[in-house]
Each structure stands twice: as C-alpha cells, then as structure tokens.
C-alpha cells in the first residue's frame, strides 16, 4: 500500500528488521529526510560520521549502509535508481529558514515535522542528528564548498532500503526552497514484507 | 600556560566566552578530536550538519564559525597555520578499532577517552556527536570515496579558536594508527584570556 506524506510534512513509523522501504518521488524534483532510530532503545541514532567512517564514501547508493551512532548497522540500500542523496546537511528548521530566506515566511521546516512526529516514541528534538536526505543534491567542489541543487529525479523515481534491525523511521517531504527548487511536492512510500 | 595531553588520551574544560583557544601540534603529524557543549544546557552540542549549512563548506578554516545542533554559534576559528581539518568523521572507539584494525589491540579511542573527561560535566556516551578533528587529513575524491591520510603537520603548527560562548570543551590526542600515520603523540593546548 502506498502511503503519501503531504507537502512540507512529516511522519514517523516502526520499520521492522527484514521489512524494506520504498521511498518515492511520485513527480520528480522532491527531497525526503530521514532518520533512522533503533526501536530498542531511541538513543542509538543513524549517523552520517560512523557511515562515512564505515562505508568510506560520502555518497552512499545501492550496498551502502547506513550506521548507527554506537556503529551497529541500521538500514542497507538495495536498490536505488537516483543515485543522488545527501547526507551533509541537517534538516531544515525554523532558524534555517531566518539565515537563508530572510524574505520568506519562516516554517518550522523538516526539523519541526520531524521532533512532532517522532515525539510519540519518546524522541527529543535534541536527538535529531543530520538526517539522509533522499534525492537532495549537494555537490561538493574540490575546495569543499557545498551548493544545494534541485534534485535530479524524474516522476517514480525511487530508493528502497532493508531494515537490518528493528527500527523507528522518520520521514518528511521537504520544506526548504533550495533542496525543492522552489517547489513543495508530496513524498510516497511504502512498506513491503 | 602550556597544557600536555598525553598520546592517547583525552581530557575536558570549561572554555568562556571571548577566551581563546590555541590547540598545538608540538611534534607534528598528530591529530585532536575537539568537542565543544554549552555549559548552560549540554544538550546544545557542536553540529557538523549545521556547520556545513551555514558555513557552506566542509574545509573549516580562519574565519569560519562552528554551530550548534540548535543553530547557535560556538567557536569561530580566528588563526590556523594549517588548514587541514576533517568534520566529516566520528572520534575512533573499540568499535572502530575492531572494524579497521583487526590485527592490532583493541583501544578505547578517542571516543572512550571523550567519554570519560565529559562525564563529570553530565554528557553521556550517546552525545558524543562527530567530533572537529584537528589537523586530520581526510581528502574526499569526485566519486565521494574518503581516505584517511596523516596529517600534513609540521612540529609547532596550531590552530587558534575564540570561544563565541560558555562552553564545555573536549579535547584528545588521538588514539587511532591511519589518523597519525601510526604514530601516537600528545597535543598542548592554551588558553588565552
């Protein structure tokens, strides 16, 4: 069944150990956050330093996995027709907003929808590290300047991971401008057995 | 005054507002991990994620800030004869030891050495987020694959930081063999009013 996630929304679910994740960019052009936190105890969080660490790339496609902050693994990459995800930047909030879009409505963004989403497990907004950003393109140039481009992906375009643990998952679809190009889409996903 | 932290250890202190911080490589080829908490609410904790995003780059160098988690400022880096830096990767710990270095003892790295010297300031294990490791060299290539190579230190480089708030700072001399060529050296600290 495929569930939607709203434009500039979030949503937070129990992803169990050999269940996948399909998650998909039903229009093209979309970015989705998302956290990982293992269900046993929520203070074991992904993280983007023990992912880099262990898998020895910052850009992270079918194969990779992604590592949690007491370096078990959480999620693995099974399939990925993009190619494209981030894994630099924190989520949008309140303040990204202030510094970035001083003469936009300021939105309590990917970081807002995901503290009120994963609040019901026990989750603390201080607990939320960076997050993967699925299809968010954020190229780094040989000076290490980071740009944030819009995402390459077409409509149906898709990423579909494995739980390698029993796991809560948080996921939005994007608020910010920049990730977007401008534009707020929904974001599709579902869990298959 | 000129502070010794021995080769594979680590220690914590309270850094305050506008004081500086002079981290010193006396042998060269040594790297620091660096952690720094507010010391009004340890919960608000340097952010690699907040840092790229505002900084706009992940090759930190005179003139950039580091963030918070809660987008608030905490070090700005005021003089750095160096120039190499790495935010990307999480401080070395028993599981990283048993991951790259099958052959060798097991070490409680940088990450058990951060651990220790946080605790008495109420930080837990699982708050250790990625540390800014001084002088590491981590070069990225086009493909994102990272490499971890000795630094590029010469005895005597430093590194210099102004506190942009009160803080709690962590500090090490790292522990792990790719990070300091396999050598293990101390680090001295100062700070200046």
């Not at 960019?25 to 929520?42: C, I, K, N, T, Y």
């Amino acid at each position: 069944m495929t569930e939607i996630i709203a434009p500039r929304s979030g949503t937070a679910f129990p992803l169990s150990r050999g269940e996948t994740l399909r998650v998909i960019d039903p229009e093209g052009g979309q970015v989705s956050d998302m956290l990982a936190f293992m269900r046993g105890d929520v203070r074991e969080v992904v993280s983007n330093g023990r992912t880099f660490d262990y898998e020895e790339t910052i850009r992270l496609t079918t194969g990779n996995r992604l590592w949690s902050n007491r370096s078990n693994l959480m999620l693995e990459i099974v399939e990925d027709n993009v190619g494209t995800h981030d894994f630099l930047l924190t989520p949008c909030s309140e303040a990204t907003f202030r510094h970035f879009y001083k003469d936009k409505p300021v939105h309590r963004g990917c970081f807002g929808n995901l503290a009120e989403a994963l609040a019901p497990y026990g989750i603390a907004a201080d607990d939320i590290p960076v997050a993967f950003n699925i299809f968010m393109h954020v190229p780094v140039d040989d000076a290490g300047k980071v740009k944030v481009l819009p995402p390459p992906t077409t409509p149906g375009d898709f990423i579909r991971f494995r739980a390698l643990d029993d796991l809560i998952i948080g996921l939005t679809a994007c608020s910010a401008y920049d990730s977007c190009g401008g534009t707020f889409k929904p974001i599709h996903y579902e869990i298959e057995p």
